[in-house]
């Protein structure tokens, strides 16, 4: 990925400054006011959707590729909460943008499906986490994944990621578990394309 982001209505001041005026005049005015507000409302969301603003907190991201489908679909955009991690640890199923491992000047995006201390391995496509095959309702069935990895053991301080889309996704698989201080945070609702809204 080139991959959870309040208004003062001063409404007695209008009404005491334009007593004298018909309840016409006044509905102008507070018209004008709320326009206003809303213009400022959508400039905000504008900077903050397409990258123009960067927040500690919210972050818009981008989605390139199609390792995450059909969780997340190219050209998504996805709003990423980058305060989470400083409070709890990520959690398997956890939908994470991070740097990427490999030296590239990148962000990735990957669902966390091992945490520190967990035993992980794919048998044919079936992921097994402490021997146990997992439940994935998420993952890509129309192009099922058949190869097998592992096992290995989640050091402290790692995750173990993969896309959704496992047999075209670039993972864990290949280049190892992520270190936590490289992940940005988690990745919680799309909001673009409208008819993609929901939560992660």
Do not use: C
Request: no cysteine; glycine share 8%.
């Amino acid at each position: 990925m080139t991959e959870k982001h309040s208004y003062d209505e001063k409404n007695s001041e209008v009404g005491e400054a334009k007593d004298f005026e018909d309840s016409s005049g006044q509905r102008s005015i507070r018209k004008s006011g709320g326009f206003l507000e809303f213009l400022i409302i959508v400039l905000i969301a504008f900077a903050l959707v397409f990258g123009f603003v960067r927040p500690f907190v919210l972050e818009a991201f981008f989605i390139p590729s199609e390792s995450m489908v059909p969780t997340l679909e190219v050209g998504d955009r996805v709003f990423v909460n980058k305060f989470v991690y400083r409070f709890w640890e990520p959690e398997r199923g956890d939908v994470v943008v991070f740097r990427d491992v490999e030296g590239e000047d990148e962000d990735l995006i990957k669902r966390v499906v091992a945490v520190p201390g967990d035993r992980v391995a794919s048998r044919r496509g079936v992921l097994r986490v402490n021997g146990e095959a997992q439940e994935e309702p998420y993952v890509n069935e129309r192009r099922p994944d058949r190869g097998s990895y592992g096992p290995t053991r989640v050091q402290e301080g790692e995750v173990f990621v993969m896309g959704d889309n496992r047999s075209n996704s670039r993972d864990s698989r290949f280049f190892g578990p992520v270190p936590v201080e490289n992940i940005e945070g988690e990745a919680f609702i799309t909001f673009w394309p409208p008819s993609r809204i929901g939560l992660l």
